[in-house]
Each structure stands twice: as structure tokens, then as C-alpha cells.
């Protein structure tokens, strides 16, 4: 049984910055590709960054290229996402996905709380 759990959210003010972890258990993970989306209340959830397995690329949505930076530990079963320069409008419940049939597995979600 996968089962992913996010760390790290929390609250801040714009501008600063949070370090997002995600912990996998079970399964294998070095040959599986990782993502974060997030989603607001009552709204889509959305794409933010991906790494693929054994040094493959990474991924990410405009509004987050050249702020946010996934990495991996696979020793670790861990995926992170270094935000920096947080915008209000980063504020969301943010999620890791790990890849895997169907839907992929994912975690319960950690939410980030930036303030103007």
C-alpha cells in the first residue's frame, strides 16, 4: 500500500519562503515520476511542478518558474518544493502525487497561507 504524506506548509508573509516535503511509504519510488499540484476551495486542482525518476527533468507551471524548485531524495522517499518569493495568490492546499496507476496516489495535502 503507497502512501504519501505532505509536510512544511504553514503560514507567511509575501515574499518569503517554505519548504514543502513529502514523504512516500510502500511501493517503489525511485522509478516513479513525482508531482505537486494545488487547489484552492472550489476551484480546479492545478499543476505546479514535476521530476521525473533517475535524473530525468523537472517541470513547472509559469507562474511558479523561477520561484519554486522541485528535488528528490530517493534514498529518502522524499520529494520537496522549495517556494520562494511567495505571492498571496500562492496561498492554496498543496499536494504530492507520486506516479502510478490509474489516478497515482496521493497525499492528504498541506496548506500554505501567504499574507499581503
Known amino acids: 500500500q503507497v502512501h504519501m504524506v505532505e509536510s512544511g506548509g504553514g503560514s507567511v508573509q509575501a515574499g518569503g519562503s517554505l519548504r514543502l516535503s513529502c514523504s512516500a511509504s510502500?511501493?517503489?519510488?525511485?522509478?516513479?515520476?513525482m508531482g505537486w499540484f494545488r487547489q484552492a476551495p472550489g476551484k480546479e486542482r492545478e499543476f505546479v511542478a514535476a521530476?521525473?525518476?533517475?535524473?530525468?527533468?523537472?517541470y513547472y507551471a509559469d507562474f511558479v518558474k523561477g520561484r519554486f524548485t522541485i528535488s528528490r531524495d530517493d534514498a529518502a522517499k522524499t520529494v520537496y518544493l522549495e517556494m520562494n518569493s511567495l505571492k498571496p495568490e500562492d496561498t492554496d492546499v498543496y499536494y504530492c502525487?507520486?506516479?502510478?496507476?490509474?489516478?497515482?496516489?496521493w497525499g492528504q495535502g498541506t496548506q500554505v497561507t501567504v499574507s499581503s
Open positions: 521530476i521525473l525518476w533517475s535524473g530525468g527533468g523537472t
Open positions: 510502500g511501493g517503489t519510488f525511485s522509478n516513479r515520476g
Open positions: 502525487k507520486r506516479e502510478g496507476a490509474g489516478n497515482g496516489y
